[in-house]
């Protein structure tokens, strides 16, 4: 690892003052689960690290009945997983989480890192797009808001300068009826990344689709919102012929690509699958599984 200064500043001024003075050299340092490594392996040499850790104002995670749920950049996957509110009124975003990585990278990595590493295969964009997650970012130019689906720019490409910082994630409270669901599908059953990521958000009404997003993760550059999918829903019941012609629908959206993990025609047939997997979730519980089978996260064969 080639040598780097380093700053840990404690307020959200004084890192934003650091990273605008030091310009492509620096970077910020949250869980670090990804850029240590990285320099580790010599992929990435920074000239300096800006410790963001000490930030109150990346903070907290809080819900309010009006405004949503509040995620500070630095919340890690495992106080999303721990937190009542997200378990009772989020569940499909704390079971994404659960999903994630091992113990020891949940209790690291944060929330803020997860994002703005942009990884294609990433657990959290998902469920959180369909959710209707938006991100809050602050710069030398001032604070702005961007809708989490616009936040991706391509792989490993948030919509975030040189110079900003994402500060939070925000959430609109559930709306009744809202049945939100992630699946994942990966070779092994745990620790690993997924092949294809689904996740539906729902809302039903006397039984009938009022609002439907699906979002599909591994399957694009970037987490892709099957819009057409959703639309195909709304003004009807989840009945297996509506489902299968999302699914379907969700199949033509995805642009896959063949690598060492999966051909592009295995992951449309598992956005297929997954995508009437978790819709039948919602038709038949009317509510998210906390223990959803093993075929929901690695299906063998």
Not at 77 to 82: G, S
Not at 99 to 108: G, H, K, P
Request: proline share 7%; with cysteine; net charge neutral.
């Amino acid at each position: 690892m080639k040598p780097f200064d380093y700053y840990a500043p404690t307020s959200l001024n004084e890192a934003l003052g650091l990273l605008a003075e030091q310009g492509r050299r620096a970077r910020a340092l949250a869980g670090g689960t990804d850029l240590l490594l990285k320099m580790r392996a010599g992929r990435l040499a920074p000239g300096c690290l800006i410790n963001i850790k000490r930030l109150p104002e990346l903070r907290g995670l809080s819900y309010d009945e009006t405004q949503g749920l509040r995620l500070g950049a630095l919340t890690t996957v495992a106080e999303i997983m721990a937190s009542p509110d997200v378990c009772s009124r989020y569940p499909a975003l704390a079971h994404a989480a659960a999903t994630m990585a091992s113990v020891q990278i949940r209790n690291l990595a944060t929330v803020g890192g997860n994002l703005c590493n942009a990884a294609p295969s990433a657990d959290l964009a998902p469920p959180l797009i369909a959710l209707g997650a938006q991100v809050h970012i602050a710069g030398p130019r001032g604070e702005r808001s961007v809708a989490l689906e616009e936040f991706f720019l391509g792989p490993g490409q948030p919509a975030r300068a040189d110079d900003e910082l994402l500060v939070a994630l925000t959430l609109p409270p559930p709306e009744r009826g809202l049945t939100a669901v992630y699946l994942k599908h990966t070779p092994r059953e745990a620790m690993d990344i997924a092949i294809v990521g689904v996740a539906t958000a729902v809302t039903l009404n006397d039984g009938v689709c009022i609002s439907a997003r699906i979002v599909l993760g591994a399957v694009a550059p970037t987490p892709l919102v099957a819009r057409e999918a959703g639309e195909a829903l709304i003004g009807r019941p989840l009945e297996e012929k509506h489902i299968a012609e999302a699914a379907r629908l969700a199949v033509q959206a995805a642009r896959p690509i063949d690598d060492v993990r999966a051909s592009a025609w295995y992951r449309r047939e598992m956005v297929r699958v997954l995508v009437q997997r978790a819709l039948g979730e919602v038709a038949v519980n009317g509510g998210f599984t906390a223990h959803p089978d093993p075929l929901s996260q690695g299906e063998r064969g």
